[in-house]
């Protein structure tokens, strides 16, 4: 670089030295720091990946690791390979390789090499959420042990610890911090169906028995905590009144996840709905609420959106099927927009309750079940301990969209 120096050992580890402006030596510097190092330092970031190459330019620099790759072959289908970047011990994994190479096969240029290989039928092994150490891994009514030493198994990476939200239809992990007011999830999981409106705009009715999705960012334009924290407690508070199971809300965009506080209202509770609570006999630490990123929250928004499209669609195929004019869902398809006389406000009217108007556009409802869990314990090496003792001839660990690089685990 015009200022530093970049080197790769034999070891293919990288180290630099030089000039420190932008943190572009890798040596972890916190922001607004601008060391330099005058000796060769090991980039302790990347100490256990094997890198390829390296560049240096004037204000940054750049390097290329190795990758794995999974190759799966069937009689039924085509190979297809997954490319994953571990990020433990890769070095040692490097050292340790004798590869084979295979003629005549591979791409032109890049003939495959064999490291590992194992062949036989894939099982996919489900586990619940929570781990029991008193509960069997594997459910041998289901899997006999012996059945097992013959098959790849594939299993799922264990949850982290912390709160996550888990959806039927969907495989992500929605991470969640619970409020410093909430109460503890229940240790059997928290469960009910998902309500979360496009408009941000709902009834009371529509939050019973429910798991209430909030969008802070379409009730405040703030990114200042007090003013999202007011949103949070004064929201909760109507969705505690309205009877809904949980309440959980996406922080707006660069938010960092935190956890909202009676602490952090600039206004007094009472005046905010605390009054009506204790008025009613209800309790704010008896309900269970809380936050979460924005990013996860635009991928949950993405997946109803996903789910409420396709009920339209189904909606349509059968009204077509009988001749039905009215190509809507059974929760949405009797309700009609309507203006006051002298208001002009807009509401909503169904013929089949003329006296109970909506002022909320009516829901079309998802029809997903969600589930809250707390996880105290990460349980994946117990797990996958459990599973090497039936002897497969191969596992295979799909890993968690919270952290999806795979890393190498010390068994011994």
């Not at 090991?42 to 794995?68: E, K, P, V, W, Y």
């Not at 909760?236 to 909202?260: C, H, N, R, W």
């Not at 602490?263 to 008896?286: C, K, P, T, W």
């Not at 969600?370 to 191969?394: C, T, Y």
Request: charged share 25%.
């Amino acid at each position: 670089g015009s200022h530093h120096v970049l080197a790769l050992d034999s070891e293919n580890q990288i180290w630099s030295w030089g000039q420190g402006l932008f943190g572009k030596l890798g040596h972890g510097q916190s922001h607004g720091e601008q060391r330099h190092s005058y000796e060769p330092r090991l980039i302790r970031a990347l100490r256990l990946m094997h890198i390829t190459h390296i560049s240096a330019g004037q204000d940054h620099s750049a390097c290329l690791s190795a990758l794995f790759r999974l190759t799966l072959t069937s009689d039924i289908q085509a190979p297809f390979s997954l490319v994953a970047l571990p990020i433990m011990q890769v070095k040692r994994f490097f050292l340790s390789l004798r590869p084979a190479p295979i003629p005549g096969t591979g791409s032109p240029g890049a003939p495959m090499m064999v490291d590992a290989c194992a062949s036989g039928k894939l099982v996919h092994l489900p586990m619940p959420a929570r781990f029991e150490r008193d509960v069997p891994v594997v459910d041998v009514n289901t899997y006999h042990p012996t059945d097992l030493a013959k098959q790849v198994l594939l299993m799922d990476r264990s949850l982290y610890e912390g709160v996550w939200l888990k959806l039927s239809t969907d495989d992500f992990d929605y991470r969640v911090v619970l409020s410093v007011n909430s109460s503890d999830p229940p240790r059997d999981a928290l469960r009910g169906d998902i309500m979360c409106p496009p408009s941000g705009q709902w009834e009371p009715e529509d939050c019973v028995g429910k798991i209430c999705i909030v969008d802070v960012g379409q009730r405040t334009g703030s990114h200042e905590i007090a003013d999202i924290s007011r949103v949070v407690f004064e929201t909760t508070v109507q969705i505690i009144e309205a009877e809904g199971v949980m309440a959980v809300f996406i922080l707006p965009d660069k938010v960092d996840l935190y956890s909202p506080s009676l602490a952090d209202l600039n206004v007094d509770f009472n005046s905010i709905g605390g009054d009506r609570l204790e008025q009613a006999g209800l309790q704010l630490e008896d309900f269970c609420f809380g936050v979460m990123q924005n990013s996860h929250g635009a991928h949950l928004a993405e997946h109803l959106k996903m789910l409420v499209d396709g009920r339209i669609e189904e909606a349509i195929q059968e009204a077509l099927e009988r001749g039905d004019h009215n190509q809507l869902p059974a929760e949405v398809k009797d309700w009609r927009e309507m203006r006051e006389d002298y208001t002009g406000r807009k509401f909503y009217f169904n013929p089949a309750r003329p006296d109970r108007p909506r002022f909320a556009e009516p829901i079309i409802e998802p029809r997903t079940m969600a589930e809250l869990v707390e996880i105290r314990e990460d349980a994946f090496v117990q797990r996958l301990q459990a599973l090497l003792g039936f002897n497969p001839k191969a596992i295979i660990v799909a890993q968690q969209s919270w952290r999806p690089d795979p890393d190498f685990v010390d068994l011994s």
